[in-house]
């Protein structure tokens, strides 16, 4: 049986994209440098005069190269002129290029004037891309989340589901956890609250360092996504959205000051 633990520099660890991968894929997997640290590889690659020796550190998608990711999507599966609502008074502040574009907790790219939004929920049905300024508010934070298409490495669930750790994003953060299983999805309860849970990405599962698994973080949340007011529900579902006219300019929300 393959499994996998951490990479020795827990910032580069990758088990978290290699996480839904089945047997089949993992058995014919190796990996040469998962024991040995960067700087020791850059030693290695000088010493020997490899040609990729002062190369820099790959960000982000690394097989994308040059190509920035939104023009890797736009040319893959296009663009489509939607709408951008403010969540709490449905207030329509902008357009965007298509819901695809953005994730949940987002705040680059929504070129919108004023302080900074984040895109807090999508109406992928209507292509409408929901945002907040008051994204980091305490009473906007949630703990409880479903994953469905579970992939276990070793063929079936872990035996002990309330002493887990769980990453529900790539890089060194990690979440204490358990679950409980309502079919085929897994209701999971995080010991911390997060404000990025976002619909679509991966939730990877560990036993201590190893990881055992992971699945696909879904739409419903128990009742506890980001509130969304009536009037931007009603104009998100609006056909004909030319009516909206023009795009309401942000006021800056005032700062209050505790002495």
């Known amino acids: ?47 020997f005069d490899l040609p990729n020796k002062d190369r820099k550190d790959s960000q982000g998608i690394c097989f994308l190269g040059k190509i920035k990711f939104s023009d890797f999507v736009g040319r893959h599966i296009g663009e489509m002129k939607g709408i951008i609502l403010e969540a709490e008074t449905g207030d329509f502040l902008g357009n965007h290029r298509g819901f695809w574009f953005y994730t949940i907790g987002q705040r680059q790219g929504l070129r919108l004037p004023g ?106 949340w128990d009742g506890q996504c980001f509130p969304v007011c009536a009037k931007a529900l009603e104009l998100a579902a609006m056909e004909d959205k030319t009516k909206l006219g023009k795009p309401v300019k942000i006021k800056t929300m005032p700062v209050t000051t505790i002495c």
């Open 115 to 220: 302080e900074p939004c984040y895109v807090v929920e999508k109406d992928t049905k209507n292509n409408v891309v929901f945002v907040s300024r008051n994204y980091y508010s305490i009473d906007k934070r949630r703990r409880v989340f479903r994953v469905g298409s579970l992939s276990w490495l070793s063929g079936k669930p872990p035996g002990n589901v309330n002493q887990l750790r769980c990453k529900i994003r790539h890089g060194p953060g990690f979440y204490s956890c358990s679950f409980e299983m309502e079919g085929d999805v897994a209701v999971v309860h995080l010991d911390e609250d997060d404000q990025g849970l976002a619909a679509g990405q991966f939730a990877a599962f560990y036993e201590g360092t190893t990881c055992i698994g992971s699945g696909v973080i879904l739409e419903s």
């Open 1 to 47: 049986m393959s499994l996998f633990g951490f990479d020795i520099c827990i910032v580069k660890d990758q088990t978290y994209f290699l996480s839904h991968l089945c047997q089949t894929q993992l058995k014919r997997l190796l990996f040469p440098l998962g024991c040995v640290k960067k700087e020791e590889v850059r030693k290695l690659a000088t010493e």
